[in-house]
């Protein structure tokens, strides 16, 4: 099993930026994947970036430009840097990790975009 914990959500005005960071815990060796959902009122979670230990990356493409991930080589943390927000960036953004058996989440975090 792999416990995430999220920290970096808040609020922000439009154009600025946040930084969102996601701990793993446990059996970290396992894990292939890390990700960052976010799932807005009345929406559907949705993917926002995916990066593999193989260091293949993909963005939704609403953020591709703005959103840049980044991990510590899979020792135990991924990280979002969010600039040039919008407010339909309004989401609580969730990690998410996946290996052989594995899926993880973490308990979310609340990003919002608003002046």
């Known amino acids: 099993q792999v416990q995430l914990v999220e920290s970096g959500g808040g609020l922000v005005q439009p154009g600025g930026s946040l930084r969102l960071s996601c701990t793993a815990s446990?059996?970290?060796?396992?894990?292939?994947?890390m990700a960052w959902y976010r799932q807005a009122p009345g929406k559907q979670r949705e993917l926002v970036a995916v990066?593999?230990?193989?260091?293949?990356?993909n963005y939704a493409e609403s953020v591709k430009g703005r959103f840049t991930i980044s991990s510590d080589n899979f020792k135990k943390t991924v990280d979002l840097q969010m600039n040039s927000l919008k407010p339909e960036d309004t989401a609580v953004y969730y990690c998410?990790?996946?290996?052989?058996?594995?899926?993880?989440w973490g308990q979310g975090t609340q990003v919002t975009v608003s002046s």
């Open positions: 990066i593999t230990r193989g260091a293949r990356i």
């Open positions: 446990g059996s970290i060796s396992s894990i292939y994947a």
């Open positions: 998410n990790v996946e290996g052989p058996g594995l899926t993880s």
